[in-house]
């Protein structure tokens, strides 16, 4: 398998593809369009990011949102759908995310409109039980994609080819087990991921695992850091650690999480180059332990 750094996505590939027989007509004297460039990624959505807009509490897009009861649905236990109210820029990447063993949703659930501000649809799960396990807390953030894409009211907003997974706790470990099981999956985000299984050398889904310095529930001695070491370096991968940050970290408005997590579904689920320069190098500063990358090629 190739680098990380010279590892180019089908889509990636395409633009490529793109910009060149553009390039081709330039110089055989047609007239290229000055969108063109523009054009060649048709997941651009919203405008150019800077700092400011990826710590401010909502993005560019307007959202709304709507519950989803656990009798409507099969596989996971309902939820909330957060969506951007616009379709002006065409169809969204989702987002299915998962709240932490014993917890609801409601306890992260300042995640759902913060994320979909930026672009995206979104669904906070319920579990089926607040007991289950990571390897259901995968099945379920799943069935709750298929759920979107196929049977939900905002269905014609999502593009299924471009979808992710995320979670907290036993949430985020689910979120791994997603990730192997849909291999197609465009990202996935596990914050402060607990799981028993320890290797995670079949992840390729391009994955951020966000840990807290401080965590005794998930260490990141034993959960974090060897989930990240254990995926390959084939693929894309990054492991950011919050300083002083327990379990809990996102159980409250985690401004760091929050800019790192957005710019990782936008590079990914969006193919969005714009964001690769909050990847690499990566964010740095008092809140921030450590953080390491294989930086995507851009």
Known sequence: MPSPTTTVRPRLAARAAGLAVAAVLAAAGALVAPSAAVAANPYERGPAPTVALLEASRGPFATASQSVSSLSVTGFGGGVIYYPTSTAEGTFGAV??????TAAWSSIDWLGPRIASHGFVVIGIETNTRLDQPDSRGRQLLAALDYLTERSSV???IDASRLAVSGHSMGGGGSLEAAVARPTLQAAVPLAPWNLDKSWSDVRVPTLIVGGETDSIAPVSSHSEP?????PASSEKAYLELNGASHFFPQTVNTPTARQAVAWLKRFVDDDTRYEQFLCPGPSGLAIEEYRHTCPSA
């Open 155 to 157: 269905r014609s907003r």
């Open 227 to 231: 989930f990240y070491t254990s995926i």
């Open 96 to 101: 299915a995310i998962s709240p932490g063993y």
